[in-house]
């Protein structure tokens, strides 16, 4: 095979390469739109967003995860919430109201063609920036 077919083959590679990575980039953008235009996911304090998709699963971040309990979540959410006992109703309200709005943003993915499934996945990049912002926020 000559080196202008080669290139030729390489280029058309490259191309189908990238245009499938704009159309899945394309893809993740329009299921976030959809989370924020939703009046329940998007009006609530933390945003809940696809990070990717792979194949028909679209994996979605989460405050919670098996090393990150509610608890720290709801904290770090609704900080005035950390000198509440633990059986305070307004734990409850909060543990039942941020299961609902996690489910309801898969509900939303899951309506979309070509997903089927969701994994759920630690925002750590979103504990860390909070982190940061407060600790910012405490030198002003």
Not at 107 to 129: A, C, M
């Amino acid at each position: 095979m000559s080196d202008r077919k080669q290139f030729i083959i390489v280029m058309i590679v490259a191309a189908i390469f990238v245009g499938w990575l704009g159309w899945r980039g394309a893809e993740v953008i329009s299921l976030n739109q959809s989370l924020k235009d939703d009046e329940t996911v998007g009006n609530y304090p933390y945003q809940h967003r696809v990070l990717r998709v792979e194949g028909q699963t679209a994996i979605m971040s989460s405050l919670r995860s098996q090393n990150v309990g509610t608890r720290e979540a709801l904290i770090t959410i609704f900080p005035s919430m950390r000198n509440l006992s633990d059986n305070h109703r307004d734990w409850q309200r909060a543990e039942r109201e941020l299961a609902r709005v996690q489910a309801k943003a898969g509900d939303i993915v899951l309506q979309f063609p070509g997903i089927s499934r969701i994994r759920w996945e630690l925002d750590s990049n979103w504990y860390h920036l909070t982190a940061m912002q407060n600790q910012n926020d405490r030198r002003y």
